[in-house]
C-alpha cells in the first residue's frame, strides 16, 4: 500500500514491529523547527501520519494518548492551512496586477477584465480564457456558482503570469 504526500515512495508502516523513524523522516524532509510554523512533534506526527502510521501506533511509540497525537495533528495540520493562507496573501499583496470583482459579476466577463489589466501592466498571463475561468471558478469555492461570482473576488496575477484567486473583503462605498 502506497501513502500520498512527501513519502509515497516508501512503504506505508502499519504495525508497531514495522520499523519506521520519525527523526529520519523528518531530516529526510529538511525539516528546521528554527524555521517551521510546526512544533518538531507536530511535524513528527504529520511525517507518520502521511506515511499510513496509525494515530493508536505513534502514541505508542511517543508514550502518549492517542486522543493527544489526535490533538497534535489537527493543531498541526490547521497550522499548515494558516501557514498555506499567509503565503496565498503574500502572493496577492506583490502581484503587479490586482483586479476586484465584484459580486454579481458574470464570470464569462472576468478573462477580459484580467487580460486588459495585464496589457496595461505589460504582464502576460498563463491562462486561455476558458482555463482563467475554471481557475477562478475553482480557487474561489462557494463565492461563484455557475457563472455568477456571489462574493467580491481579488484576482492577481503576479510578474511571471500566475494567477491567484481570494475572496476580497474590499468595503464598498
Known amino acids: 500500500m502506497q501513502s500520498r504526500g512527501f513519502f509515497a515512495h516508501e512503504r506505508v508502516a502499519t504495525t508497531m514491529s514495522d520499523e519506521y523513524d520519525a527523526d529520519e523522516l523528518l531530516d529526510r524532509a529538511?525539516?528546521?523547527?528554527?524555521?517551521?510554523?510546526?512544533?518538531?512533534?507536530?511535524?513528527?506526527?504529520?511525517?507518520?501520519r502521511e506515511r499510513g502510521v496509525a494515530q493508536a501506533d505513534i502514541?505508542?511509540?511517543?508514550?502518549?494518548?492517542?486522543?493527544?497525537?489526535?490533538?497534535?495533528?489537527?493543531?498541526?495540520?490547521?497550522?499548515?492551512?494558516?501557514?498555506?493562507?499567509?503565503?496565498?496573501?503574500?502572493?496577492?499583496?506583490?502581484?503587479p496586477v490586482r483586479v476586484v470583482v465584484e459580486e454579481d459579476t458574470d464570470l464569462y466577463d472576468v478573462p477580459s477584465r484580467v487580460y486588459d489589466a495585464c496589457d496595461e501592466a505589460g504582464v502576460k498571463v498563463n491562462h486561455a480564457a476558458p482555463e482563467l475561468m475554471k481557475r477562478v471558478s475553482d480557487e474561489a469555492g462557494d463565492a461563484v456558482e455557475g457563472r455568477e461570482v456571489h462574493e467580491d473576488l481579488l484576482i492577481g496575477v503576479t510578474t511571471d503570469g500566475e494567477v491567484t484567486v481570494r475572496k476580497s473583503r474590499e468595503v464598498r462605498r
Open 59 to 95: 502514541a505508542e511509540t511517543l508514550g502518549t494518548s492517542r486522543a493527544n497525537v489526535s490533538s497534535v495533528e489537527a493543531s498541526a495540520r490547521e497550522n499548515v492551512r494558516k501557514a498555506r493562507e499567509t503565503v496565498a496573501f503574500a502572493e496577492a499583496l506583490r502581484a
Open 30 to 48: 529538511g525539516f528546521d523547527a528554527e524555521q517551521s510554523v510546526l512544533t518538531r512533534r507536530q511535524a513528527e506526527v504529520l511525517a507518520l
